[in-house]
């Protein structure tokens, strides 16, 4: 399985331009139910701004938020993967970079994101359908 396989695709993603102010960035993520929004131009990123950057380089600065815009707080030149990546491999880089969302990359450009979200949702339909194989070849369970 690949990183194409699981990925929110691009028409899912939540992107903005760098001048986009972070007051309508933090909008976007409340209206949209998500941690990051990507800043693109076209398909080519330019950084990512999540939740996190806004909370500690904004708010947790005591910094005035007028004026501020993504450019301010992005994560220039952001960790992303290739669409092909396997997804055993995207766990361990993941991990290795110390980042929870990954923009995807097709052929170089902006194709979707996966999330650590996305990847548990994943994992528990995994583990469902394991243990349905384990329940239809096992006894029923009777509590003592």
């Known amino acids: ?12 993603l939540v992107t903005a331009k760098v001048d986009t102010p972070v007051d309508e960035l ?3 993520m409340e209206d949209r139910m998500v941690g990051s929004v990507v800043i ?10 999540t ?18 815009t993504a450019n301010d ?7 992303t993967v290739d669409a092909d990546l396997g997804v055993y491999d995207l766990f361990h880089q993941m991990r290795e970079h110390g ?11 902006l ?16 583990m469902h359908e ?3 194989i384990i329940r239809a070849g096992s006894p029923p369970y009777t509590p003592a």
């Open 1 to 12: 399985m690949t990183v194409r396989d699981i990925a929110r695709p691009k028409d899912e």
């Open 26 to 28: 933090a909008k976007m």
């Open 40 to 49: 693109a131009n076209g398909d080519d990123i330019e950084g990512i701004v």
């Open 51 to 68: 939740d996190r950057d806004i909370a500690l380089k904004c708010v947790g600065t005591g910094g005035d938020l007028k004026g501020m």
């Open 73 to 79: 707080v992005m994560t220039g030149e952001p960790f």
């Open 99 to 109: 980042v929870r969302r990954a923009p995807i990359v097709d052929n170089g450009k």
């Open 111 to 126: 194709s979707g994101i996966v999330t650590l979200d996305d990847l548990l949702v994943l994992l528990e339909d995994e």
């Open 130 to 132: 394991l243990s349905e």
